[in-house]
């Protein structure tokens, strides 16, 4: 007899009791091992002071890269709680239809309220979900694509929630270019919230026309978690600043944006143009900015 084919996403716990997976074709978890539901509520949701904006009437959200679906049920849970009549409207947009399909299992599900796990479930097999307070699209393919239609209509979103994986793996998700799609998408008092702290991606931020606003560390932290993220927005009196550090960071040859002209280059071409760029050019090397302010 021949024995089953495994599963292809296995759940693998994190440590808040949350689940997350590993892509073998990215070579990284899907979120945090620290926590994927605190990931989520901690570097997007209050980053983006959303329960701030949960008192409005309506509230139009994008993620992107949906993945298991935490971000939106995060946002969900969030907005419902503070203020259950608010209209909803969620764009996701997502390469890889069997990710949110397996997320809607038990226990991975386990810890949303009744309301937002059926949301999850009709929004990963139906691709959308329509209640009286709640119009949410799954759209299936290539972000660099989905994106422009959302652009083509004109639709823009009051919190951008950017969650591919890194730069280093899915450096078509992180370019100048796509980048500038996605601040195309930003409602003019919107907020976008990204886990990366990256020199190259905040350039990118900045091309799109944005202020550029850092997620801050505690006062106790080992010497190399100096943010946890970024946040974005077109008033900057809504962020908290780069400390000295990041504003530095931007100086230095990291900061060399990823570029991907057409929107349709691989990821080893994306990668080959960066390092070129990067080699050729006279801005400080990192290394040398890592030994200045002692970061290992």
Same mark, same amino acid.
């Given at each position: 007899?021949?024995?089953?084919?495994?599963?292809?996403? =296995?759940?693998?716990?994190?440590? *808040?009791?949350?689940?997350?997976?590993?892509?073998?074709?990215? !070579?990284?978890?899907?979120?945090?091992?620290? %926590?994927?539901?605190?990931?989520?509520?901690?570097?997007?949701?209050?980053?983006? !002071?959303?329960?701030?904006?949960?008192?409005? &009437? #309506?509230?139009?959200?994008? *993620?992107?890269?949906?993945?298991? %679906?935490?971000? #939106?049920?995060?946002?969900?849970? #969030?907005?419902?709680?503070?203020?259950?009549?608010? &209209? =909803?409207?969620?764009?996701g947009l997502e390469l890889d239809e069997t990710v949110p399909r397996a997320a809607i299992a038990p226990p991975l599900i386990d810890s949303w309220s009744p309301a937002v796990q059926t949301a999850l479930k009709a929004i990963a097999h139906d691709y959308g979900y329509q209640t009286s307070g709640l119009q949410a699209t799954l759209l299936i393919g290539d972000a660099r694509q989905t994106i422009q239609q959302l652009n083509q209509w004109g639709w823009q979103a009051d919190t951008i929630f950017f969650d591919p994986f890194s730069p280093r793996r899915c450096p078509q998700l992180w370019t100048i270019e796509f980048l500038g799609q996605v601040g195309r998408c930003l409602a003019p008092k919107g907020k976008f919230a990204t886990y990366s702290r990256s020199a190259a991606v905040r350039t990118a931020l900045l091309a799109a026309g944005l202020c550029l606003g850092t997620i801050p560390v505690g006062e106790r932290h080992r010497s190399h978690e100096w943010s946890y993220g970024t946040v974005a927005a077109f008033d900057p009196q809504s962020l908290h600043p780069l400390s000295p550090m990041e504003q530095e960071h931007l100086q230095t040859r990291a900061a060399i944006p990823y570029r991907d002209p057409h929107l349709d280059d691989v990821a080893a071409m994306i990668l080959q143009r960066h390092q070129a760029e990067q080699q050729h050019s006279s801005l400080e090397s990192t290394s040398q900015w890592r030994r200045r302010w002692s970061i290992r």
């Open positions: 007899m021949m024995e089953p084919e495994p599963a292809p996403w =296995v759940p693998e716990p994190t440590h *808040d009791g949350s689940f997350t997976f590993f892509s073998p074709e990215f !070579g990284e978890h899907f979120h945090s091992r620290e %926590g994927a539901k605190t990931e989520a509520l901690f570097k997007f949701v209050q980053a983006t !002071g959303l329960e701030q904006r949960a008192s409005q &009437q #309506t509230l139009k959200l994008l *993620d992107v890269c949906y993945g298991l %679906g935490y971000n #939106t049920a995060a946002a969900l849970e #969030t907005i419902w709680r503070i203020n259950p009549r608010c &209209q =909803v409207e969620v764009y």
